[in-house]
C-alpha cells in the first residue's frame, strides 16, 4: 500500500509563505496523479492543486493560482507545495493525496491514499 505523510504545516502571518511536503512510500509512482486537498472548518474538501507524477503536468484551483506552486522529487519520492501570499481564507488542513490516472481528479471520492493532513493557519 502506498503511504503518504505530509510535513511543512504551521502557523504565518499574511502575506507569507510556507513550503508543505509530502513523502511517498509503498511503490512505483509512474501512472499516478498527485494532489493537494484542502479542508476548512465548516467547509467541504477542496482541490488546491495536482501533479503527474511522470509529466509533471500541473493543475490549479483558480483560487491559488499565481500564489501556489505544485512540485515532485521523483529521486525523493517527495511532492511539495510551495504556498506565498498566503491568506486567512488560506487557513485549513493540507492533504496528500494520490490516484492512478487524472479522471475526476478534482473529486476527493475518487482518490486511493491519503496521509494525514497538516494544519495551516493564517493570522489575518
Known amino acids: 500500500q502506498v503511504q503518504l505523510v505530509e510535513s511543512g504545516g504551521g502557523l504565518v502571518q499574511t502575506g507569507g509563505s510556507l513550503r508543505l511536503a509530502c513523502a511517498a512510500s509503498g511503490r512505483t509512482f509512474s501512472g499516478y496523479v498527485m494532489t493537494w486537498f484542502r479542508q476548512a472548518p465548516g467547509k467541504e474538501r477542496e482541490f488546491v492543486s495536482a501533479i503527474s507524477w511522470r509529466g509533471g503536468i500541473t493543475n490549479y484551483a483558480d483560487s491559488v493560482k499565481g500564489r501556489f506552486t505544485i512540485s515532485r522529487d521523483s529521486a525523493k519520492s517527495t511532492l511539495y507545495l510551495q504556498m506565498n501570499s498566503l491568506q486567512p481564507e488560506d487557513t485549513a488542513v493540507y492533504y496528500c493525496?494520490?490516484?492512478?490516472?487524472?479522471?475526476?481528479?478534482?473529486?476527493?471520492?475518487?482518490?486511493?491514499?491519503w496521509g494525514q493532513g497538516t494544519q495551516v493557519t493564517v493570522s489575518s
Open positions: 493525496a494520490a490516484k492512478v490516472g487524472g479522471l475526476g481528479l478534482l473529486r476527493p471520492s475518487t482518490y486511493e491514499y
